[in-house]
Nanobody, 125 residues
Framework: VQPLVESGGGLVQAGGSLRLSCAASGRTFSSAMGWFRQAPGKEREFVAAISWSGSRTDYADSVKGRFTISRDNAKNTVYLQMNTLKPEDTAVYYC???????????????????WGQGTQVTVSS
């Protein structure tokens, strides 16, 4: 069983919106959670993160004001609402969990223990 499963990716025009979901199983959800993305030929980069309680959120400068991370602990799901999408947002988006640090988010992909398989987001100009 995959501990993290992303969904919601797709093709959208610039200026449009998408909402990504990350369903977690077992103890992986009792974690700080993050979203990262990786475009072809580029390194994986931080997008947003949220603590277990939801009291702390962090965003990359490139997405501040456009993306919102949230979670529904009753549904074991983390969301990434993406608005005003730009072609440079095109990438595979991954969610990640760090169960050892429930209230401490991180922008470092190496700080996360579990990863989903990724979902493709393509923004056309």
């Amino acid at each position: 069983v995959q501990p993290l499963v992303e969904s919601g990716g797709g093709l959208v025009q610039a200026g449009g919106s998408l909402r990504l979901s990350c369903a977690a199983s077992g103890r992986t959800f009792s974690s700080a959670m993050g979203w990262f993305r990786q475009a072809p030929g580029k390194e994986r980069e931080f997008v947003a993160a949220i603590s277990w309680s939801g009291s702390r959120t962090d965003y990359a400068d490139s997405v501040k004001g456009r993306f919102t991370i949230s979670r529904d602990n009753a549904k074991n799901t983390v969301y990434l609402q993406m608005n005003t999408l730009k072609p440079e947002d095109t990438a595979v988006y991954y969610c990640a969990a760090r169960p050892r640090y429930r209230e401490y988010t991180s922008i470092d992909p190496g700080a996360y223990d579990y990863w989903g398989q990724g979902t493709q987001v393509t923004v056309s100009s």
